[in-house]
């Protein structure tokens, strides 16, 4: 089946190649993690699966490297609704499942909270549900977020500390956890986690601040915009390279025994260091450009979170390749070609 020039591969086909190594799904394999992640894969040889909803609105840009790889399918099927899961899960039997189809927007979750909960929380419950049935030797990676440490009092967050959730966003990743803890210790289901820190790439979509404001620069540059509106600018926050971090979600799976670890940089920037450098790279003074928004600044002040990630350093030598000043580059660069496209 053919859909926007794309192969929509049947799982019930009896042509499938059982010649590749190893058998990945990856759900949100169209947003930024799971697109990254795909392409990686598909660089190892290994045959990957990519979900897709069907009643969704698909944006397929982030897959346009994918197109024309043999060894790269997309199935249709969404997290909320268990047959077709189940379905995916019993005749895949993936060697490794990612889950990155989560609603990962703070603001958002606010806004839908049912949803956003069932789609980032309940869905985990389902899914390892349906592995523990179908296919139980899987792997199975599943992202958290610095976010569930919201209300704590310390700056350098590891593994052991306590989750203090202030948005519904991180409530559902807080219970997403200890759903992953729960089929791990109790049913031995092969579960491995990362508490990501932000993440970034040129994938980002512009309601993150990080893609508006290389979004902006980029327009400002090219006298299509004339000012960047921003809140507090004083904020600081752990950044990292998105690809650096879907290879770190690898690394932690080929461990023979499933664990959690917390995953950043260790370093803290101001948002005004990034739309400083950001317009450097265009040879612009921010000052010049940006405006500060009352309206947009957070009643409760954001917290400094940064990563403690000794433990993934010991257990399999993960380590931040690329700096936040060649992450703002590798943006704004592709958002020059964008725009000049």
């Not at 979750?109 to 030797?137: C, E, G, W």
Request: hydrophobic residues 35%; aromatic residues 14%.
């Amino acid at each position: 089946m053919e859909e926007n020039g794309w192969q929509i591969y049947n799982p019930f086909s009896k042509n499938e190649n059982s010649l590749m190594k190893k058998k990945i799904l990856i759900l949100g394999v169209t947003g930024q993690d799971g697109s990254l992640l795909a392409e990686y894969l598909t660089k190892k040889k290994y045959q990957v699966f990519g979900l897709i909803r069907k009643s969704s609105n698909r944006n397929y840009e982030n897959l346009k490297n994918l197109i024309n790889k043999s060894n790269f399918k997309l199935l249709q099927g969404d997290l909320l609704d268990f047959i077709s899961i189940e379905n995916i899960i019993r005749k895949v039997k993936p060697d490794e499942i990612y889950n990155f189809a989560d609603q990962d927007h703070v603001r958002w979750s606010s806004q839908i909270p049912s949803y956003s909960f069932d789609i980032t929380a309940r869905s985990v419950f389902s899914m390892l549900n349906l592995i523990k049935i179908h296919s139980p030797k899987s792997k199975y990676f599943q992202p958290f977020s610095s976010n569930m440490f919201g209300d704590t009092k310390k700056r350098k967050i590891n593994e052991q500390d306590s989750f203090s959730p202030l948005s519904v966003y991180a409530l559902s990743k807080v219970t997403a956890f200890y759903i992953c803890e729960y089929f791990k210790r109790v049913h031995d289901l092969k579960i491995y986690g990362a508490i990501f820190f932000n993440h970034e790439s040129e994938r980002r979509t512009s309601e993150y601040v990080s893609r508006k404001i290389t979004k902006s620069a980029v327009k400002i540059f090219l006298k299509k915009q004339k000012k960047l509106f921003l809140g507090d600018i004083s904020s600081k926050i752990d950044w990292g390279y998105a690809k650096d971090y879907v290879i770190a979600a690898h690394k932690m799976m080929q461990m023979k025994k499933p664990d959690f670890f917390v995953i950043g940089t260790g370093k803290a920037n101001s948002i005004q260091y990034f739309v400083r450098k950001s317009f450097e790279f265009l040879g612009l003074n921010y000052k010049k450009y940006l405006k500060i928004d009352k309206k947009l600044i957070r009643k409760v002040k954001n917290k400094t979170l940064v990563a403690d990630n000794k433990k993934a350093k010991k257990f399999f030598k993960f380590k931040p390749i690329t700096s936040l000043d060649k992450l703002i580059k590798i943006m704004i660069q592709n958002d020059l070609r964008i725009e000049k496209d």
